[in-house]
């Protein structure tokens, strides 16, 4: 199998590319790369080859003989190489730049700060408990879904850009999840609550989630 994607089960960065594979019906081998037990298997040497970062996700094309991380410009290369059965960025430069603005604001802006290392440097530095670090990622949670939100008023339809699944999509569901274990009310957000429904109607969605992945705990 020419494609291979390591990531880890509860990484939203890992989970946006799960989707855009599915949506694109590209098979692909699975590598977990546990982020937590023995100090996280992302520090190792082994890994460190394929992403000196030390971050999940990281994809290798095999074909291609090309190893890439940053899920966002993962799923930009795979709907560039794979162009059916769906179009993640439209081909309207406007538009496709308001898609990428969404994913941006959620991918650059929401989740970094939430980030599994994040909350770590949190608890080791600072002395942050566990309720703190709740708190924590709640409160950026909430404070840029509530600009999604405000966005998605001049947008939204089905989903986040009308009736066409997008990387915008793609990036919105993996954060909900995030915010679902912070405990955020997404009654505040009925937008946002009404795009992840509708997704995770597609079967596609239900095979990404964390909880359906060979390493879940």
Known sequence: MSIKLYGYWRSSASYRVRLAL???????????????????????????????????????????????????AIIEYLDEKYSSPVRLLPEHKLQRARVRALALDIAADIQP??????????????????????????????????????RLQNTAGKFCFGFDLTMADVCLIPQVYNAQRFGVDMSQFPLIQRIQENCNKLPEFASALPENQPDAQ
């Open 113 to 150: 700060l939430a980030n599994l290392r994040v909350l770590q440097h949190l608890e080791s530095a600072y002395q942050v408990d566990t309720q703190g670090k709740t708190d924590w990622s709640r409160h950026w949670i909430e404070k840029g879904f509530a600009a999604i939100e405000r």
């Open 22 to 72: 599915n949506l694109k019906k590209i098979s692909y081998q699975y590598i977990p790369v546990h982020l937590v037990k023995d100090g996280g298997e992302q520090h190792q040497q082994a890994y460190l080859g394929l992403n000196p970062a030390e971050l999940v996700p990281t994809l290798v094309d095999e074909d291609e003989d090309i190893i890439l991380n940053q899920s966002l």
